[in-house]
């Protein structure tokens, strides 16, 4: 049976054991992270000469790819400011005016009413129709 003092020193080495695997582990992560960003700075330094090189060269890809990205800026801040725009539905509402339905979707609303008192009234008829036996 262990006793209390036992036990206190169990925790106790196995906080000591902790806290180094802790030190060891957060080191490991500064050690990646110096590499990490070693490695970025020598992309970052390489990326600079390498477009320069193919633009000078006179690399139409580039340059599409340019003009590319340009449109899609331009479009994205487009659609950003139509998003912020308001509907159609608040503007006619500001002016006490709203969309009627075409004569085409009332007839369409009256034939589908009509077709589902059919399919009613004929599950009630079959229910309620007297069988042979």
């Known amino acids: 049976m262990m006793n209390f003092q036992d ?4 925790l106790v080495g196995m906080a000591r054991d902790a806290r180094g695997q802790v030190g060891d582990t957060i080191e490991h992560g500064r050690e990646a992270i110096e590499h990490g960003r070693e490695a970025i700075e020598d992309s970052a330094e390489a990326i600079p000469s390498k477009l320069e090189g193919m633009i000078d060269g006179g690399s139409r890809r580039i340059r599409m790819l340019a003009s590319v990205v340009g449109a899609y800026a331009s479009i994205k801040t487009l659609a950003s400011a139509l998003d ?25 609303t009256g034939v589908g009413i009509f077709a589902a008192g059919a399919a009613v009234g004929a599950s009630v008829a079959l229910l309620v129709a007297p069988r042979e036996g």
Do not use: C, N, T, V
């Open 7 to 10: 036990l206190k020193s169990d």
């Open 84 to 108: 912020a725009m308001p509907s159609s539905k608040r503007i006619l509402r500001a002016f006490g005016m709203q969309r009627r339905p075409s004569a085409l979707a009332q007839a369409f």
